[in-house]
């Protein structure tokens, strides 16, 4: 089945030591998206990718980095992690923007 | 910018009662309409969208939600609520004409009582 997958599921990092975490697809899709999802809070976009054009939000802190090496995989990079980086962290693509995305299940980190 | 208004954070409903879930989106075009499903510790899940045509839609589920322009919403519902359907359910929209934003709304979490 063509799916989103993240690994790892869960992680755990230590505050200020960098952790990468990656999605992969195998729907083929353009545009691939990180978003941030806090408890009990709608999902925050943080960039996207539309083929190797990267975009970011403007309210994304400089702390989050982004690499899309080819179509299949995209990887979030977080240089400096603070307690307030602990989050849900969720990739997406979908077939062009604007139309319904595709979510992975997720990477739920925690910053110890 | 677009905005999404989901009305009650909190919804519940006894197993069997019908499901009704509130969205209304800002804009005077009509965009595309999602609704997702959120279980614990999951990703977002695909229930249903609306791009153009036939203005009551039907997803996985069970799950129905109706396209009103003139109230600007699209309400989820489903007849008979089963135990399966306690989650997260938020509703989006992505602006037609510019595609390039796709805007959330803050989401409600749906209760089963047995």
């Known amino acids: 089945d063509a799916m989103v997958i993240q690994n790892p599921r869960y992680q755990v990092t230590q505050f200020g030591k960098p952790v990468t975490l990656s999605c992969s697809q195998t729907?083929?899709?353009?545009?691939m998206y990180w978003y941030q999802q806090k408890s009990s809070q709608a999902p925050k976009l943080l960039f996207h990718?539309?083929?190797?054009?990267?975009?970011n939000e403007a309210d994304t802190p400089d702390n989050f980095q982004s690499r899309r090496p080819n179509t299949s995989f995209c990887f979030l990079d977080i240089r400096s992690p603070g307690l307030g980086d602990a989050a849900m962290y969720l990739c997406?693509?979908?077939?062009?923007?604007?139309?319904?995305?595709?979510f992975g299940p997720g990477t739920r980190l925690t910053v110890t | 910018a677009q905005s999404v208004t989901q009305l009650g954070s909190h919804v519940s409903v006894s197993e069997g009662a019908l499901v009704l879930l509130r969205c209304n989106y800002s804009?005077?075009?009509?965009?595309?309409l999602f609704w997702y499903v959120q279980y614990p510790n999951q990703g977002l899940q695909l229930l249903l969208k609306?791009?153009?045509?036939?203005?009551l839609v039907k997803g996985i589920n069970g799950f129905e939600a109706e396209f009103k322009k003139s109230e600007t919403s699209f309400h989820l519902t489903k007849p008979s609520a089963h135990m399966s359907d306690a989650a997260e359910y938020f509703c989006?929209?992505?602006?037609?004409?510019?595609?390039?934003?796709?805007?959330f709304g803050t989401g409600t979490s749906l209760t089963v009582i047995p």
């Open positions: 990718y539309y083929d190797k054009d990267f975009n």
């Open positions: 804009s005077s075009v009509p965009p595309y």
């Open positions: 729907l083929n899709h353009n545009v």
């Open positions: 997406a693509t979908s077939r062009a923007q604007g139309l319904e995305q595709y």
């Open positions: 609306y791009t153009t045509g036939a203005t």
């Open positions: 989006a929209v992505s602006e037609r004409n510019t595609g390039n934003q796709f805007y």
